[in-house]
């Protein structure tokens, strides 16, 4: 089955130690998101690539960062860990910016030590 | 700006009990509408959406209908199960040009019992 796929599901840092969150998608969408889940709230979208197009929201902090190699990849870089950064985080898919259905990973949920 | 306002939970039922959800909502433009559904531990899944006024979503016994007049998308369901028990989000999408994220309400988590 077409989906999107995160590793790993449960990811544990200390504080200030780089992570990498990993998404991919077999959808072969040309859009990929990353959203900010922290316990009880809702997702808050960080950025979003179209094709090779990043898309920065304006209060994402300069801590986290983006790459995405190809089609099927996208990685969300978190540089210096805080406390605070401890959430779920959401990869999700769209055929295009036109499309009206994003397709959601199952999370990856970040502690910080 | 645009933005998505739903009711606070917990939301306590029993099993068989009628289930409303409300959501209003407030954009320029004209969005699409969404009920996302997250079970414990698990992302989110699309339930139901609607794509212009007067339309009607529905999937597995829910419903929404998109209410231009009321900027309303209140989610429905006649008869809930204890499988139903999960936080459910309302979202608008704006698409086109350089958009295409989805602005979420705060999530309402329904409990049901047997």
């Known amino acids: 089955d077409a989906m999107v796929i995160q590793n790993p599901r449960y990811q544990v840092t200390q504080f200030g130690k780089p992570v990498t969150l990993s998404c991919s998608q077999t959808l072969n969408h040309n859009v990929m998101y990353w959203y900010q889940q922290k316990s009880s709230q809702a997702p808050k979208l960080l950025f979003h690539y179209y094709d090779k197009d990043f898309n920065n929201e304006a209060d994402t902090p300069d801590n986290f960062q983006s790459r995405r190699p190809n089609t099927s990849f996208c990685f969300l870089d978190i540089r210096s860990p805080g406390l605070g950064d401890a959430a779920m985080y959401l990869c999700?898919?769209?055929?295009?910016?036109?499309?009206?259905?994003?397709?959601f990973g199952p999370g990856t949920r970040l502690t910080v030590l | 700006g645009d933005s998505v306002t739903q009711m606070e939970g917990p939301v306590t039922l029993s099993e068989e009990a009628f289930l409303t959800i409300n959501c209003t909502y407030t954009a320029t433009g004209y969005p699409s509408l969404f009920w996302y559904v997250q079970y414990p531990g698990e992302g989110l899944q699309l339930l139901l959406k609607?794509?212009?006024?007067?339309d009607k979503g529905s999937n597995k016994g829910f419903e929404a209908t998109y209410r231009k007049e009321t900027t309303s998308f209140h989610l429905e369901k006649g008869s809930v199960q204890v499988s139903d028990s999960a936080v459910y989000f309302c979202a608008l999408g704006l698409y086109g040009g350089s958009q295409g994220n989805l602005i979420f309400g705060k999530g309402t988590k329904l409990s049901v019992k047997p």
């Open positions: 999700a898919t769209s055929r295009d910016h036109e499309s009206d259905e994003q397709f």
């Open positions: 609607a794509t212009k006024a007067d």
